[in-house]
């Protein structure tokens, strides 16, 4: 247990060095919470792209966020809105064409654990209640994945290879943080895995 929590304590102080996340979400009629919500950390960016051939904003919503970001009217499959988040607290936000379309950007303190090697894989949904799913670059031949929970227990351990997709459901799991550890040939990537 010991060497456990050691481990996790080198994982969190490695990490705080690289405290950076992009997000991407989907934007297009009718696109609404929950897929549109997201918690982040402070100073994570969220990338959003239309995803169909109509006029768009990205906007906070004045009465209900704590900061400002606007995209401005944009057309077109592909447009893209980037804002990096820097206030803790919850941003809701609209499309000012659209009623139907809204979402909340929560941001919160964090714990400085993100990213190493973001091209080793993807993981998503995140947050998830039922499954994620993780896909694995090229560039990883074989590894392991690891799950761990806060406290710095395993909760899930299996041997990768590239260019697969794993399905790994997670309801069973109990709510809240997760760090995903994939340790390939020559590095370690860890992410944050939410369980809502
Ligand atoms: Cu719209």
Known sequence: MKSKLLLLACIFSAMALHAQTTYHLNWETGFNSPESDLTIDVGDTVIWTWTDDLPHTVENDPDNSVEPFESGFLTGLGQTFMHTFTVIGVNDYICGVHSNMYGTITVEEGLGVNTINA?????????????????????????????????????????????????????????GMYLVKVSSNADTTIKRLVIQ
């Open 119 to 175: 091209s080793t894989f993807n993981m998503y949904p995140n947050p998830t209640s039922s499954y994620f799913k993780m896909a694995f670059t090229n560039t990883l031949t074989q590894g392991t994945i690891t799950v761990y929970n806060l406290l710095g227990k395993p909760v899930f351990n299996q041997d990768i290879h590239a260019n697969k997709t794993l399905d790994i459901p997670v309801s069973a799991w109990a709510k």
